[in-house]
């Protein structure tokens, strides 16, 4: 089914090839405004832009999920100034934004720890989910201050807690289990994680559901991402041999 605005929308049969969640570390704003001579601010202003692109070539792509890797709990280290000019730029997407996405059928869900936050974002973050929350197009996971080990002991102090009240025994206790009480509860492993930047590490994020993620590593600042940079990760997913630990799936040997 087509959309007014001549998006697919993502009830549609996924194509063969196609990521069902796409996870992205958007980095290199920084490196993109320095090589140009402008504050590294400017380069995350210049990479809201691509977040849009990103979010609508998702959205055309047919990708169910999308994470978006936007703030680390280990950004705080980065000079004040930078961290206010981040808390204001997640500030006026979700203020600019919002309606747009919301119309465009956008479910968008928020991982990463609250505590830390200012209050007013907190109310921002929980009314983009509530307003949200029965759409049934593209669902779009921000990672903000997000920490994939913080989120894995949360869950494992959640499970310990259980069993101290005897609601759980230790040996029920399995990897399904742990993952139902991590943030990203009820969404699927990300098939295909992509980095921008040339850096290849995954600095903290998603590491447990990464497990079997393909990475692809782009050469460009984020501020560069468009509809054919992501278009040429998914083809370059689309050629990996995702085995699972089994054998490789097109020869079957
Ligand atoms: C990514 O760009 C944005 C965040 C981490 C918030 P960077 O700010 O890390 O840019 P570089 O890596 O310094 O170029
Ligand atoms: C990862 O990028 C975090 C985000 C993109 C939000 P960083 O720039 O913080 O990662 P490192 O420090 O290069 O590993
Ligand atoms: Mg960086």
């Known amino acids: 089914m087509s959309r007014a605005d001549g998006v697919q929308e993502t009830g549609a049969p996924l194509q063969t090839g196609v990521p069902v969640h796409v996870g992205v570390i958007m980095d290199g704003n920084g490196r993109w ?7 590294r601010v400017e380069g995350h202003r210049r990479g809201v ?8 070539a998702a959205r055309e792509i047919g990708i169910r999920y999308l994470t978006i ?15 206010s000019e981040l808390m204001g730029l997640l500030r006026r997407f979700l203020r600019h934004d919002l309606a747009d996405l919301h119309a465009a059928n956008v479910k968008v869900r928020i991982i990463g720890e609250r505590a830390g936050l200012s209050r007013d974002l907190c109310l921002m973050l929980d009314e983009a989910e509530a307003l949200t929350r029965d759409n049934t197009g593209l669902t779009l996971v921000v990672a903000f201050n997000y920490g994939s080990r913080q989120e894995i002991a949360e869950a494992a102090a959640r499970l310990a807690a259980e069993v101290a009240a005897g609601t759980l025994r230790p040996e029920e206790i399995t990897a399904d289990l742990l993952g139902s009480r991590l943030s990203t509860a009820g969404i699927p492993d990300p098939d295909l994680i992509i980095r921008t930047s040339g850096e290849q590490r995954l600095s903290n994020f998603l590491l447990w559901q990464a497990a079997y993620a393909e990475l692809v590593f782009l050469p460009i600042y984020w501020p560069e991402f468009d509809h ?19 054998l490789a799936a097109r020869t079957g040997s």
């Open 33 to 39: 405004a320095t090589s140009r001579n402008l504050p």
């Open 49 to 56: 832009e691509a977040l849009r692109r990103c979010v609508r």
């Open 69 to 83: 890797y936007s703030f680390s709990s280990e950004n705080w280290s980065r000079p004040v100034s930078e961290i």
């Open 228 to 246: 054919a940079a992501l278009l040429g990760a998914i083809q370059e997913y689309a050629r990996r041999d995702r085995r699972f630990g089994g």
